[in-house]
């Protein structure tokens, strides 16, 4: 699959963060009213060793996180905390799963944590904390 390719089951995702969109495109769809997100490992992500770098793993992830609890696309949030732990890695050309659910909520934060896969193999687990603005 290509850059260009949409993954079965999938739309195409409309990054408004700037840096984001530099490692998309992105993609969506809902599993169980649950939001998942996906990327392509694309050249430009890739590390010396050819392998998904973890700045970019780092990064969807946390955009997942904060998706994940904004309310609405127009509901800002920052990340007050953020941890992860990488697992294996992902290669050129694989398409990255990022699922994040929502932990607890209360009046100014958020507490999620996620997932990043590669079919069945988890790629990088992460959660952290979100203050609602």
């Known amino acids: ?13 409309n990054i408004t963060q700037p ?11 809902y599993e169980d009213n649950k939001l998942v997100l996906a990327f392509y490992v694309d050249k430009e992500n890739c590390n010396a060793g050819g392998t ?10 946390d955009y997942a996180l904060c998706t994940t609890t904004m309310k609405n696309p127009k509901s800002p ?13 992902a290669e050129l050309g694989e398409l990255l799963e990022i699922r994040a659910s929502l932990v607890k909520e209360g009046k100014s934060l958020g507490f999620a ?16 904390i979100v203050k609602k603005l």
Request: hydrophobic residues 40%.
């Open 77 to 89: 949030v920052i990340t007050v905390s953020f941890h992860s732990e990488f697992i294996q890695s």
């Open 113 to 128: 944590r996620g997932q990043i896969k590669v079919d069945e193999t988890i790629i990088l687990n992460f959660g952290g």
């Open 1 to 13: 699959m290509t850059k260009t390719d949409i993954p079965t089951g999938y739309k195409e995702l």
């Open 52 to 61: 998904a770098h973890g700045g970019m793993l780092m990064a969807i992830a």
């Open 19 to 29: 840096h984001i969109a530099e490692l998309g495109p992105g993609y969506f769809k």
